[in-house]
């Protein structure tokens, strides 16, 4: 139930949004040039990487979003799950995917606990230093995510849990951009 009186139960993040406009812009801005710009880590390695800190804060609304939006790019939802309940050793993933994904972790878990020997894996798995800074970006911008949701007590949406193909060809075909003016937050 979100914890704000003037949001209704059932109300998601656009109507947190539509309450609460100031940010919402460069918010949006921050998602394409995070999540859509071109990176060495491919959208469907953003998606996973947003799904996988989500689950690791146990934010329902983000961690049940990007998984979808993982899945759309061809993520198995099985994968996430194993990397955040058994962490990126257990995971089926590429070998030189694990120190990245080690790396999130641990940002995400225990930040100031990070360390040069989690960047240089990084690096010896034949990552660049803009890959490091992607993930980084990515680790930070859900984070920040899962605290507003968190906070504001919005729960998933029921898609989340079983999109259709057409809800997974429109999340592969669209960006924030996008979603946001067609929800009406931005102009």
């Keep these: 139930m979100p914890r704000f009186p003037s949001l209704a139960e059932g109300d998601h993040l656009e109507a947190l949004w539509r309450r609460f406009p100031r940010g919402v812009a460069p918010i949006i801005a921050l998602h394409d040039a995070v999540m859509r710009a071109p990176s060495e880590l491919d959208v469907a390695t953003r998606e996973l990487i947003a799904a996988y800190v989500s689950g690791l804060n146990a934010c329902a609304f983000c961690y049940g979003a990007h998984k979808a939006m993982a899945r759309a790019f061809g993520v198995d939802e099985a994968l996430v799950e194993t ?11 590429d070998e030189a995917l694990k120190p990245l994904l080690a790396f999130v972790r641990q940002v995400t878990l225990e930040p100031a606990k990070t360390t040069d020997a989690l960047a240089e894996a990084v690096y010896a798995a034949g990552w660049s230093e803009d890959a490091l800074y992607d993930a980084a970006q990515v680790a930070a911008l859900y984070a920040f995510m899962n605290r507003i949701l968190d906070a504001a007590g919005i729960e998933p949406k029921p898609t989340f849990a079983a999109p259709d193909e057409a809800e997974l060809k429109k999340r592969r075909e669209g960006d924030y951009t996008g979603w946001a003016r067609a929800a009406g937050l931005i102009d």
């Design 83 to 93: 990397l955040v309940n058994e962490g990126p050793d257990a995971a089926p993933v």
